[in-house]
Nanobody
Framework: QVQFVESGGGLVQPGGSLRLSCEAS????????MGWYRQAPGKQREVVAV????????YADSVKGRFTISRDNTNKITVYLQMNSLKPEDMAVYYC?????????WGQGTQVTVSS
């Protein structure tokens, strides 16, 4: 079993920045790649960024050049999402999970609101 706890969301103006964090616990040795996902109201959840255990990254076209995913495996797995130049269309609940995601591991997510 694996648990993910997301944090760092909030209200930010367009053009602003936020840094999301995700702490993974449990049987994390089973996870090679981690991802950030988001779900906006009325839309399906989508992948935002993925990072492999050896640091390889991949991004959705909509966030390339603005978002950066990173991970720290020092003590336990922590995955970050640095979000810059935020746009209203980035507003969503952000989740982390393995990549590909496991349906049973979705956490509560963290709300990101982009509004002036």
């Amino acid at each position: 079993q694996v648990q993910f706890v997301e944090s760092g969301g909030g209200l930010v103006q367009p053009g602003g920045s936020l840094r999301l964090s995700c702490e993974a616990s449990g049987n994390t040795f089973t996870i090679y790649a981690m991802g950030w996902y988001r779900q906006a109201p009325g839309k399906q959840r989508e992948v935002v960024a993925v990072i492999t255990n050896d640091g390889g990254t991949n991004y959705a076209d909509s966030v390339k050049g603005r978002f950066t995913i990173s991970r720290d495996n020092t003590n336990k797995i922590t995955v970050y999402l640095q979000m810059n130049s935020l746009k209203p269309e980035d507003m969503a609940v952000y989740y982390c999970n393995g990549a590909p995601p496991s349906p049973k591991y979705w956490g509560q997510g963290t709300q990101v609101t982009v509004s002036s």
